[in-house]
């Protein structure tokens, strides 16, 4: 059953537009929370965290916001960039547990 | 070169067949895991390891064994393969548990295995 859910598998997006990625959870004992991305034939690169004491986490054009009541937390990329263009993964722990991973969403940035 | 390395980086085998993947990193990082990424089932952890000689299991263990006996090793064995064990297997490492949700999990660049 899976605990992580990314239901959109895929988004384009113009470039200098605001790129929206959704996840959503189960375990409400899920208390941190990360994005990673992901390019062809890589590994995933580290992107971004939340803890669960804070709703919103900026880094430059990344912002990660979680709504615990929901159980969901979304990633903005503003302006999104044609280099954006890969694939993203959520993923959650609660303490002492493993990290569960989404199924990904796969962007594209038109230019 | 410094980092998380893995080996190989494309592999394809028979079904039966006794398969190991590496993988190998320099920052002395205490933990390591095994995942695997599977189309509409993202990353999957199949092995973790909190040390050298202290392994445990993941969400997906069965038909994997792994050992580390040092800090910068840790590879993957497929005793027997099968063909449901077709995946990208993925190595990571981090400096710190989990536990404290403060870690950053470093990923190696990916192992594709074919199994026939």
């Known amino acids: 059953d899976q605990q992580v859910k990314q239901n959109s598998p895929s988004l384009s997006v113009q470039e200098g537009r605001i790129s929206i990625l959704n996840c959503d959870y189960t375990?409400?004992?899920?208390?941190?929370f990360l994005w990673y991305k992901k390019y062809p034939a890589e590994g995933p690169t580290f992107l971004i965290s939340i803890s669960s004491i804070k709703d919103k986490n900026e880094d430059g054009r990344f912002t990660v916001f979680l709504n615990k009541s929901a159980k969901h937390l979304s990633l903005h990329i503003v302006p999104s960039q044609p280099g954006d263009s890969a694939v993203y993964f959520c993923a959650a722990s609660s303490p002492g547990n493993q990290f569960y991973f989404g199924t990904g969403t796969s962007l594209t940035v038109i230019p | 070169d410094a980092g998380i390395t893995q080996s190989p980086r494309y592999k394809i085998t028979e079904t039966g067949r006794q398969v190991t993947l590496m993988c190998h990193q320099t920052w002395s990082h205490s933990y390591m895991f095994w995942y695997r990424q599977d189309l509409g089932h993202g990353l999957r952890l199949i092995y973790y390891?909190?040390?050298?000689?202290?392994?445990d299991k993941g969400e997906v263990p069965d038909g994997y064994v792994v050992s580390r006996s040092k800090t910068e090793n840790f590879p993957l064995t497929l005793e027997s393969a099968t063909r449901s064990q077709t995946s990208v297997y993925f190595c990571?490492?981090?400096?710190?548990?989990?536990?404290?949700?403060?870690?950053?999990?470093?990923f190696g660049p990916g192992t594709r295995l074919t199994v026939l």
């Open positions: 375990n409400s004992m899920f208390d941190y």
């Open positions: 990571a490492s981090s400096e710190s548990t989990w536990a404290g949700g403060t870690d950053t999990q470093y």
């Open positions: 390891s909190a040390a050298a000689d202290i392994t």
